[in-house]
């Protein structure tokens, strides 16, 4: 079964700070990957998405990731986070011709302090 | 921005009875899913919904459970027979079609007593 892993439940910050979230999945076939984020007391918004050609992935608010296909990763990164970017981050796969249901990670809670 | 809503925010049921949760999806999307979150656990996908007809669905969805459109706006989940773990925080989503990604609601939080 396919699954994701995300390698930090909570991670703590300083403003301006740099950030990577980790996140790996297991399937071996094509995949689709997505990060959402969930701000306090809101709905998951995505960040953004990969489906297909350049991996290096730039979604809204300055986050970016890179899928690596043979470490079957797909990292958050953001350069400079600030105190707005405090939320929860969930890294989530679906699995072409596997049906088009997320499959989540757990989630990694940032904190970021002004 | 168009938005998924969700009612209600919070429902209260006693083990055993049946819960409706309600669901808006995007006006114009045609695929419709459920997801639930247990606290300090995963976001599990639970059915997805097309053509009027369910595409998927995972384990969690057994025979308690069941969804429906009654109507060309509403995307509901019953839950027949509640039990204590169904206590959960219930998402919503929906999307267009092809490679369009899925929006969230802002969930239901079920506590079943």
């Known amino acids: 079964a396919q699954s994701v892993s995300q390698h930090n439940h909570h991670v703590i910050l300083s403003e301006a700070a740099s950030l990577e979230l980790g996140c790996n999945y297991s399937y071996g076939g094509t995949v689709n990957l997505f990060w959402y984020v969930q701000y306090p007391g809101q709905h998951l918004q995505l960040l953004l998405k990969?489906?297909?050609?350049?991996?290096l992935v730039k979604g809204i608010k300055g986050f970016e990731a890179e899928f690596i296909k043979s470490k079957f990763s797909f990292n958050l990164r953001k350069p400079s986070v600030q105190w707005s970017d405090t939320a929860e981050y969930f890294c989530?796969?679906?699995?072409?011709?596997?049906?088009?249901?997320?499959?989540f990670g757990k989630g990694t809670t940032l904190s970021v302090s002004s | 921005e168009p938005e998924v809503t969700q009612t209600p925010s919070h429902q209260v049921t006693q083990m055993g009875q049946e819960v409706i949760l309600r669901c808006v999806p995007i006006?114009?999307?045609?695929?419709f899913y459920w997801y639930r979150q247990i606290l300090g656990q995963k976001v599990e996908f639970l059915v997805s919904?097309?053509?009027?007809?369910?595409?998927?669905k995972s384990e969690i969805f057994d025979d308690q459970f069941s969804v429906e459109r009654p109507d060309g706006s509403n995307f509901t989940l019953k839950i027949r027979s509640t039990k204590l773990e169904d206590s959960a925080m219930y998402f919503c989503a929906s999307r267009y079609e092809g490679n369009q990604p899925q929006h969230f609601g802002d969930g239901t939080r079920l506590s079943i007593l």
């Open positions: 989530a796969v679906t699995a072409y011709q596997a049906g088009t249901a997320l499959i």
């Open positions: 990969y489906f297909s050609g350049d991996p």
């Open positions: 919904f097309y053509n009027n007809e369910i595409s998927e």
């Open positions: 006006s114009n999307h045609l695929y």
